[in-house]
Structure formats: structure tokens, C-alpha cells
């Protein structure tokens, strides 16, 4: 008797504490899918609500959930992500993403405000698309690697830590406040450029590396260190040189986490374009070519993807 009473005793302990378990954890929204979804691995049909940290995976349908603060992201079929309030981990397939943001191989993809944006994981390879508004990417430094206007996408393949492989940058060098800047055509980031005699006022292509531990002038979120310029001709009118720099105090402004984790910041991804980003171009484009770029078509979702809910 005395066992059974001690068994009791502890089934009665663990579920007083299990309200207090799952309260400890918010909920954070809603995931609704036309199938079956994984939510901590146990399959669950139709409609579930989410909690912070939850695992969720899609199989042949995608799955769509509703954050509480009207934020929103899809996964597709076959993927699989943690979900948090401002953020989901990517770690297989794809994710669209509404005011929210998306980890995948150590590049953090952010859609503020009306921007929406797509990211796909391909091996090591992360595609990013900017569907609606501005997209910005950041390495896991906090370094603003990439921004993306709506329709464009680009492929990114994130290097390790502390990389220095040189990258190339080309565009319109300008000189603002006794600074030489170039926002590159490629990533619309704009770097500070130090050495290699760059002639202000032309179209030109740039191979350098970062400057590690190096503050950059208002207006660029990297240093880099020129070792070869090459002039490559193309129009460098007096409008594309201001926008340039007003470009540059754009994406230190729409993350400026990013800005400010330049400082200090070592390579942590780079394209054939980024220059001390640290990402490489992902589809058989070599060091020294533009990364992939490519137009969508327009940024809008389709009339059949999920749309932001009415506030």
C-alpha cells in the first residue's frame, strides 16, 4: 500500500506541474494547413496553436501561420522550421515570410514592416527573394550583406568564420565627407573604400577585402581594402552617384543592428559581389562575376497565396 500511495503521490506532482510547464511557454499564433503538419514531431491535422520554440514540419502540403502581432509565415512542403514570436530557424526547404524574419545557414533574411520575401534553402546555398518592399540580409555578425528591391532575388552561400576570400564589387565610386564609397550593383550594399587610387565619378569594378575591426563612414556598413580597380565604362550620372550614398544610410537605417555590428565584424559571408560579406555566388558563377541575380517577374504574391490578415 505504501508503494502505490508513493506512485500516487508522484503522478499527482507531475500534473499539478504541467500547467505550469506549458504555461511557461506563450503562444505565440496559429499554423493552418489543408493537411497533415508536425508540430514537436506529433502529427497534427488541420488547425494547431503554436508556442514559442516550436518545431514545426510540412510534408506534401504547406502550412501557414498567423503570429499574434499580424506578422505571418508559410512553410512549404517538405520543410521544417523552429518558430519563435519575431523569427523562425529555417532548417530544411522554404519559408515566405510577412513582417517577420528567417534564419537559414547563419544569414538572418528580415521583411519589416510591408515587405514580404521568400528563402529557400538549397544545400549551403540560401536563395533569398524579395516578394513585396525592401529585404535586407545580414551575416551572423550583424553585418547588412545584402538588400534586395522588390523582384529581385539572390543566391548566398555563407563561408566560415573568419574567411577572407577577396570579393568583387562594381558600381559608381563617389566621394561624400572625404570618403570614397561604392554601393555595388549586385547587393546594394555600400562600402567604404580605403587604398588602390579608385577614381571618384566612374563605373568600376573593385577586388578588395575587409578591413576587420574597422568603423565605416556614415553611409556604409563595411570597410574594404582595394588591391586591383579596373575602370568598366557605363553611365555614372550625378543622380546615381547622391543615390548611392543616401542607398548606403538606407541599409544602416532599416537594420541598424547591422550598422552597428559592422564595426568589429569579421567575414562571415561573401558573393562573388559582397565584398568582406562573406558570400559566394551559388550557380556556377565564378569569383569576379555578378551573383545570381534574377527578376521574378514583379513582387506581388500570387491571388493564391495566403495575404496578410486584415488588421
Known sequence: MYRHMKLAT?????????????????????????????????????????????????????????????????????????????????????????????????????????????????????????????????NANGMNVANLLPGRALDLLPQDAGASTPSTLTGCAV?????????????????????????TGQRVQVTGSLVPNATPAGGATQVIQVTSVKAVGGSCTAAGAAAAGAAGAGAAGAGAAGAAGAAGATIGVSTAAIAGAGVAAATGIGLGAAAATGNLGGGAPSSTSPQPPTP
Open 10 to 138: 508522484v503522478f499527482a506532482g507531475l500534473s499539478l506541474a504541467a500547467p505550469a510547464i506549458f504555461a511557461a511557454t506563450p503562444a505565440i499564433g496559429v499554423a493552418m494547413s489543408d493537411g497533415t503538419i508536425l508540430i514537436n514531431d506529433t502529427q497534427t491535422p488541420g488547425n494547431a496553436t503554436v508556442f514559442d520554440g516550436a518545431i514545426l514540419q510540412t510534408r506534401k502540403d504547406s502550412s501557414q501561420v498567423r503570429l499574434k502581432d499580424g506578422a505571418q509565415v508559410r512553410l512549404e512542403s517538405e520543410s521544417r522550421g523552429t518558430l519563435f514570436r519575431d523569427h523562425v530557424d529555417l532548417q530544411q526547404g522554404s519559408a515566405r515570410i510577412w513582417d517577420y524574419s528567417a534564419n537559414a545557414n547563419g544569414l538572418s533574411v528580415r521583411a519589416d514592416a510591408d515587405s514580404s520575401a521568400s528563402v529557400t534553402m538549397k544545400g549551403k546555398v540560401v536563395e533569398v527573394a524579395a516578394l513585396t518592399g525592401n529585404v535586407h540580409v545580414f
Open 175 to 199: 566621394r561624400q565627407n572625404g570618403n570614397v564609397l561604392l554601393k555595388d550593383e549586385t547587393s546594394n550594399v555600400t562600402a567604404q573604400l580605403r587604398g588602390g587610387n579608385v577614381r
